[in-house]
């Protein structure tokens, strides 16, 4: 807009300015030129073969040797390229930093690498006349200490991701490039893989594949080891710490078996030839929850079959990862699937990736038993109360969560509940219930969300390669098999902000969302795995080590006392703080007009602070709306 000054404050403006000293015209340099001369992926044969021979004996200093072999070469300019964006991760993390000791030889002579400027990922080479193969040496240094990142290899077990010990030509689709594996383990060691092997002694020779299988197809190995065949082309490979945690009974193990016998039932189809769970039992290497076609990368604290009895603990892990062997990776988001492992991935569509794969996760996990369905409904009811107090849900869309783990690679947030971070999970879970609520509804209870998924998912079985689809796909399938708008409600839950969260469909199955002063034993089972104090539905924060704060919600009695994660809360209404004493003040500020009196260690100083609630305890729970069997009664049946 143009808007004229009046005439003596623009005198006075104009005299100021002329009034100003003169000054030279500021320096304007012009960006420098940059070419990429880093070869596209391109769907033909390389001409050659990658050949890796990898040493993993080296427990003790966790350092993995790679002797890799690349025939087929030809003189010139070459570029190596190291895994970037990694398929599970939906990020470009890569651990190119743990990478060391490179050297790249050609008849015995060593050639001199040039990381690129751009991508530090991709080294540039150039081959001599002559060669037609290179010999190159590398190493992986695993972390050693959990700040430094995942810990991957102990005295006792070890986790071998092959896109960490490789690099691959530049230019070729990574399905295009033959591969040839070795791994030399410790003495008396056993490995497990989705990938096939043959062993002798210590040292695994693995089935020739192609590089985008060699990646999709980990190893775990270690001392204490036990198999078990929950099917005839599904196992449980369990590694642990100490022989032990191996001691899983016949019932625990029949629960496993049941998880395979319900997805199976569920998808109509089997996406692997064989299918290996991956599962560590570990406090000496990092967890993980890593989806493959033919495997998954499990890994828990101790205590996974020992403390059975206490509560569901981390037992969704497995139903989760397992059924992204239908969801994630024989059925694919089209952005999402890339040729090689330097094409970045964009990742809208992990709504259904990720948030149809942790809706089936916690159905299968009731319908095999591997957890009970009561503690199902209370897990469900802590995710539904956590959506529906995120105030963060008025300025971020669904869809934009998608974009997270680019944006902060899963790095720890201070305000979760208003910034979010990848609810795409839970989110979509809700979605994906609605969706399930309007099936039953619409077709007067002949129709449900497993018609879905026998018809997205349940295709040409033993196929582990990947048929990727597009949001109208999802939507034409949910047409096909009741005609309803599909498109514009889901584009409607991906977009909106300003709404409530979308729990409407768990209503609409027989289940409403209350809190009580009690918690569940699920919910008291969570706080002891994640070792908090949960106070999110009453003062709105959770309580860490060592009295620490580790998150506040936004807009919660406790964000407007000012508290901040990082705070420690010393005392309680006059007395040292413990988790019984905050409870107990939360408790009698029901029936008195005081407010509850916190003294808190912020940075270097201590600061007492009051908090006017009177709400008393609250715990999330789902209640059952009439009687009868409802929508989610059913849903949660073995089948």
């Known amino acids: 807009m143009h808007r004229t000054l009046p005439h003596a404050f623009g005198a006075l403006a104009l005299g100021a300015l002329a009034a100003l000293p003169a000054y030279a015209e500021n320096s304007k340099p012009q960006p420098a030129p940059f070419t990429d001369t880093i070869p596209a992926a391109r769907d033909v044969a390389f001409p050659g073969t990658v050949t890796l021979d990898i ?13 890799e072999t690349i025939s087929g070469v030809s003189a010139g300019h070459m570029v190596l390229l190291f895994p970037k964006w990694l398929p599970g991760n939906h990020s470009p993390t890569g651990q190119i930093d743990k990478l060391a000791g490179l050297h790249i030889m050609a008849g015995g002579t060593e050639i001199a690498w040039t990381r690129d400027p751009v991508d530090v990922y991709a080294f540039h080479i150039d081959v001599p006349q002559g060669a037609t193969a290179l010999d190159i040496k590398l190493q992986f240094l695993s972390a050693t200490k959990s700040d430094q990142g995942s810990i991957v290899m102990s005295q006792n077990l070890l986790r071998l991701q092959w896109n960490s010990m490789s690099l691959y030509p530049a230019g070729y689709f990574t399905r295009q490039i033959p591969v040839q594996a070795t791994v030399k383990y410790p003495d008396g060691w056993t490995a497990a893989s989705g990938l096939p092997s043959t062993a002798t002694g210590s040292t695994y020779r693995y089935q020739p594949t192609n590089y985008e299988v060699l990646v999709d197809s980990p190893v775990l190995a270690g001392r204490y080891y036990k198999k078990w065949a929950l099917s005839p082309r599904v196992n449980l490979d369990v590694f642990a710490d100490n022989a032990a945690e191996l001691a899983a009974t016949p019932e625990q193990i029949a629960a496993h078996e049941r998880l395979v016998a319900q997805a199976v039932k569920l998808f109509g189809a089997q996406h692997y030839d064989t299918y290996e769970f991956l599962l560590a039992i570990s406090d000496q290497i990092g967890g993980i929850g890593l989806e493959h076609h033919r495997s998954s990368e499990d890994g828990v604290k101790p205590g996974y079959f020992l403390n059975w009895k206490d509560g569901p603990g981390p037992r969704n892990l497995l139903p989760h990862e397992y059924t992204h062997s239908w969801d994630g990776k024989f059925r694919r988001g089209a952005e999402l699937w890339t040729p090689d492992f330097r094409a970045p991935m964009i990742d809208t569509s992990l709504w259904v990736y990720e948030g149809q794969t942790q809706f089936w996760g916690y159905v299968l996990q009731a319908r095999s038993g591997i957890v009970s369905k009561q503690d199902t409904l209370d897990m469900y009811a802590s995710i539904l109360a956590a959506l529906d107090n995120r105030p963060g849900r008025n300025w971020k869309p669904l869809i934009d969560t998608t974009n997270d783990p680019t944006m902060s690679q899963r790095r720890p947030r201070g305000w979760v509940s208003y910034q979010r971070s990848e609810d795409y999970y839970n989110e979509g879970l809700l979605v994906w219930m609605e969706v399930d609520s309007i099936l039953r509804r619409e077709s007067k209870g002949k129709k449900s969300i497993d018609d879905f998924a026998r018809a997205f998912f349940g295709l040409t079985d033993g196929d582990y390669g990947e048929v990727t689809y597009t949001f109208d796909d999802v939507a034409k399938t949910l047409n096909q098999i009741l005609p309803y708008d599909w498109a514009g409600l889901l584009h409607k839950r991906l977009t909106e902000t300003g709404a409530p969260a979308p729990i409407t ?123 009868g069997e409802s929508g989610l009664d059913r849903l949660l049946q073995p089948r």
């Open 55 to 67: 040493d993993a004996t080296d427990t003790r200093r966790g350092i993995f040797t790679t002797r």
């Open 505 to 627: 469909g768990f209503a609409a199955n027989g289940y409403k969302l209350v809190y009580t002063e009690e918690p569940s034993p699920a919910f008291k089972d969570a706080e002891k795995t994640r070792k908090i104090t949960d106070l999110s539905y009453s003062l709105g924060v959770t309580i860490g080590k060592d009295a620490e704060i580790t998150a506040v919600g936004w807009n919660t009695p406790a964000f407007k006392a000012a508290l901040t994660p990082g705070d420690t809360i010393v005392a309680v209404n006059g007395a040292a703080y413990t988790d019984a004493a905050l409870k107990a003040a939360i408790t009698a500020a029901k029936t008195a007009p005081a407010p509850i009196a916190l003294m808190i260690k912020h940075g270097t100083a201590i600061d007492t602070v009051t908090i006017d609630y009177h709400g008393g305890l609250r715990y999330p729970h789902l209640e059952k709306i009439g009687s």
